[in-house]
């Protein structure tokens, strides 16, 4: 090292080195900030001169003798007064090709590692020929930036020529030292004003070609193309046009390429929103323009770019926004988190080099193959040797973007450049990304060709088949098995009665009739029409005479003319009909947008096609029996009936049940008897566990919405191993499915499972709104051609034409517009992405919600009204987070409000009666005396104390032993007990000098897995479990008492609530029995402590008065420093510090991260909160305790270890329909609900009505769903369907319960539970009933659980109101495990921890 | 206004190296006054006369000089007050 350090001088990093120089120690052997030109001189060079004029460079600059030296944890700049650098002269000029030599060589040298502790620097001059040479210049991004280089290329020009003997205008460069002041007095300014509010709103990551940009490499590789010259004429002449030009013209061209940029960036990312960032020189004063360093900062620049804009339009965006950024950017003023949000960055970069000393000079900046892993592409535009001509590199994440993506990304922008410059006015749109080659590149990829056979229509295909093997089983339905000879007979009869060309409604229950009644109408020649029996009646009316039909088979009596099948069994038969390909089949009716259900009509082509197709791929010759249990309206259940049928496989019929609820999958999966299955992803999540081995299902067609791929690992998981799974994307349109993925379990890593290829005969092509073929990897939405197309909607050509399109683009006849989002990836396989358009599905079930809107705006009240379907995206941060200023709870807590102080309501309200609730505590000397009043001489101990090894238990068992009592410590070993933890118990138990008992189930992980599967924690299984094995302990041993260590902060949060101390005249003794009546109920749950332990003690309630739990700290009060300082001078016990938080469980992160994931908020957040009240934490210590770094990896072990399964994606798809109304006041959910249900089927009724101002606009005037505001706390999705509140005492609870569980739209049937309720609201509940004068008890509300058997307790049987005690009523056994919901009366941790 | 505007120039942006510009001097063409330089010019317009320059009236030529900057800000008070009638 050089130079003497007394002389130099430092100062510390300005705000960009301070984020460079982060983001290269996280990459500290990757050279991504070298930044390195390489300019080739077309003639003879004076080496001598050259060497020498470069060391009076390095004198000069203080950008070159800059190192940077850490200290201790920061970073300072260290200027050298001296470097004794020489250039080196390094000689290519023997090698072969020497230009190409000096490019290879300056790329290979801009990788090498700079140490900036060191140098900041390399150079070399090159020896090309004797008249060509190079000069190599690598800088650390710390000391330079793009316009650094021509600072120095300059300065080195004028040194050079002086040496040369030139006499030339010596202007020095100024030293970087005075920006560096200057930056850190802007810095303060701003600190000072602090007045701009700065860019609160996180950019939405930029995903463009469909590839999420991970920040996982540095490695990167370049792309670049030149404008042409036609093309860089057309940009000047723009950029001086009117109306276009600005402030000057290298402001105007950035103006104008940014346009590109942004519309290129829209395109292929299909996001409306666009953040790039814009490096921004900060040479502000004259002097920093002669000065070499790092002034440059990027700033984020975020667009809005409207599907419709034209490059004009767009082009005025660009400019007021690019203003805004260059306005607010300030030295100093970027911020890493800003930086490191914006992925993709545009770099005008205005230097120009020139010739150098008279010589014409190439200057090229070399891309060390690195930049930082933060960004995806970094696009620089520049003119290095004022060609006129603008170059483009494209520097795209090597990680993120295949060759073929980086390759194919300066072509289509390109494309769009062109398009640009041709036509101003022409919309962004309009121009096509792709050239034939590409488009037919992708076509190849994704389409197949199918060979053009005639295919028989499915009667003749099932005449066949019956001919074959007349006696083989064809449908069983319940103990009859229709062979194919009775199923021919029959149909054939049924056909005797229609006419060829006639159309039949069909409403038969799912049977053995219902199949013969299709088959039957087919053979007549006829179409048939699915009628669901179950619809209201006026829709089943609307399609009867829209689709004309002659008569409907059906049972009953549905308020149109039908038939029963059994009429249709005259013994006259008559030969089939032989339809033509293009007659009718049947029809479907969907929804429609305008609310009226539209029929697709499908022909016996598309019917035939997909049949053949099906029973060829999914039977492969095997005669499989399908179960018939999907409703016939579904085109899903098509692939049930005719797939068997002319395969010679059999139905199995599954009927409608009862219920309203539909699950008769269930019986499906239990009985077992079928080998093929096709059903949607929500019936997939109902299959059960391997309950025999050797199941008989072996293959699984999914279809009619989404697949995850964890809903489809899951399903796999519960079958044979060599069982499969197929994914069919289909619409009613184009006939059942005719796009296909079999799932593969090891290459299947996408959220959704893909939808793949199209069948044979069908062919699907991807397309942006303006109709072109989008890039590979880029969304758009999916239209499908071919074989498998229906004719239309019946009657309703403006509809066909605005769905079957005869396209201009695409060599096909029609093109049906799915309204499906989809990309295609490289390998032709296609992605599903959601609902194109207003079309949606929620469970299943396809409505559009204009239809949704519709019946809801026919409420006389109801103005105005939208619909719109909410996924719960559990990995979005909710939108801003807040924490009581007393207690730190967070307001992603549920049911928590604040005060204009920002005090939360538990606080607020515990301040009413936190004297009062006093009188629950007891004095210690009161302990002593309870825990010896049992001696009666036969056990062996007073008590058994709870002992986790936390500071509060063992605590309590110290003070217990010091009392004199005869203590039985009980740990329960869980497997994830710390090290440190266990030491500490043993260490205890072994001063005091008591017996310990370290108690072990074999069932801990199926106990665990249970607890996370109800209650999101593993905590709540863990304290049953404490709670069962130290109950039946106490009952072996005769022991009366088990003391718990329940803090007072607990005991606040599960059952001290405001109203004990203010609507109800509670004394501690009435608690008590509450508390008792809930821990019966609690342990008579049917979860995994009681399945896999021995809970015969509970059988009998006696055991409640043979030991009974008594909680320490409501007789003791101590301050947490007297209580460590006692532990410190009694103890061998040590706070455990590798669990990382106190606690001493490794497996509490995993229920922590569990609960956050599914539920969205802290499960200790509450306790702390209590905590913090009850003064044994400060707020801060809260939150830090609060504020996890949960290892996810270990999470991920842990959950695999205890075989949690993997079903994270299933809480992840909760979708509801949410509908917003406007009306001049609240109209009640139970009447919207009854309005929507006359127009309605029962899936497309709203779950949520909320009232609103008006109905958010887009700028075009249309209802803007996506500003619709977000729905909380309403009732949720529950599995019972909704029952309206009908007498008067119903509805008053149900407004108590509304009120008190601050959701809306309660049935009268919804668990207490599901609705999210606990023990302090089944208190609160009880307070205010009784307060209305209704007499109900807290137990009473537990035992029914549900509004109408509460009302019913209340009301008496015959439904008069009197006073009667609840507890008299009957209450059906509690066998709900939602009850043991209540745990949370209990501990919910132990108080050790 | 023609003062204030050049003191500011010669002070602010020039960090006071500026060599006596004068109203009509080119500023912006000519490389005195750059990109960067005009948004400091619009920030000191805002704050000090109160006057919001919208983004498609930064041009060449309302802003090539001061006497055309001021020109232009005239125009917009002069139709602010009109428009205020």
Known sequence: MTGEHTNSQTYPLTAAQASIWASQELHPDVPLYNMAFLYEFDGGINEDAFVSAFSSLVDEADALRTVFRDTGGEAEALVMPLDEFVLPVIDLSTAGDSERDADAWAQSRSTVMLDTSERTFDSALLRLGHDRYAWFLLQHHLCTDAWTFTVLFRRMEQLYLAATGSSVDAVELNPFARYVEFEAAERREAGHAAEKPSQAKQPAPLEIYGSRHRDTSTANERESVSLSERTSQQLDELAGSPGVRALTPNLSKFQIVATAMYAWLHRVSDQPSITIGLPVHNRTQPEFRTTAGLFMEVFPCTVDVAAEDTFASLHAKVRQASMETLRSARPGASTAAEARAVSTVFNFIQAEFGAFAGIDC???????????????????????????????????????????????M????????????????????????????????????????APDVALADVVEQFARTAARAPSAPAVIDGDQTWSYQRLDDASRAVAANFQPGGVVGVALLRSAEAVATILGILRAGAAFVPIDPSWPRDRIRFVVEDAGCVTVVADGDMGVATTPFEELQSPSSRSDIRPDSSDLAYMLYTSGSTGVPKGVMIEHRSLAHY????????????????????????????????VPLVSGGAIRVYSESESQTDLVVLDVFNDDAVDIVKLTPSHLTLLPDHATKKRRIRRLIVGGENLTTATARGALAKLEDDALLHNEYGPTEATVGCIVHTFDSTFDRTDSVPIGKPIPGMRAYVLDDGGHRVPFGVPGELFLAGDGLARGYLGRDDLTLGRFIVPGHVAELRLYATGDRARVRRDGTIEYLGRHDDQVKVKGVRLELGEVEAALASHPQVSAAAASVWVKDPHSESDEVVYCSRCGLASDQPGVSYDEHRVCNLCRAYDTYQDRAEAYFKPEDELKAVLTSRRDGIADYDCISLLSGGKDSTYVLARLVDMGLRVLAFTLDNGYISDQAKANITGVVETLGVDHIFATTPAMNEIFVDSLQRHANVCQGCFKTIYTLSMQMAHERGIPFIVTGLSRGQFFETRLTEELFTELTVNADEIDVDVLEARKAYHRVDDAVRQFLDVSVFDDNEIFDEVQFVDFYRYVSVDLDDLYAYLEGRLPWKRPTDTGRSTNCLINDVGIYYHRKVRGYHNYALPYSWDVRMGHKTRSQALDELDDDIDIAEVSRILDEIGFPDDIGEHESGQRLVAYYVAPVDIPTPELRTHALEALPQQAVPSQFIRLETIPLTSNGKADRSALPEPEHQRPELGAAFVAPHTETERALAAIWEDVLGIGGIGVRDNFFDLGGDSIMAIQITARANRAGLAITLPGLLDALTIEQLARAIEGDDGTAEEKKPEAVEIPEISADEMSRLASLLQRRDGGS | MEEQMIRFIDDVILGGSGHGISVDDEIVLNGTVDSLGVTRLLDFIEDSLGVAVPAEDVTIENFQSVGSICAYLRGRAEYSEQGAR
């Open chain 1, 410 to 449: 300066p072509q289509h922008f390109l494309r769009i450049v062109d398009a640009m410059l041709t036509d101003w006015e022409a919309p962004i749109g309009s121009v096509d990304l792709l050239e034939d080659e590409e488009r037919a590149v992708i076509d190849a990829a994704v389409n197949r060709s």
């Open chain 1, 611 to 642: 049949v053949s197709w099906a029973s060829s791929f999914y039977d492969q010759g095997q005669r499989l029996t399908f179960p018939l249990f999907t409703p016939m309206t579904f085109d899903l259940t098509i692939t049930s009936i005719f």
């Open chain 1, 362 to 408: 190439r200057s090229t900046w070399v891309h060390p193959d690195h930049v930082d892993g933060v960004h995806q592409l970094r696009v620089q535009a520049h003119d290095f040797d004022a060609t006129g001509r603008l170059r483009f590199d494209f520097d795209g994440s090597a990680d993120t973007f295949d060759a073929g993506t980086r390759g194919s």
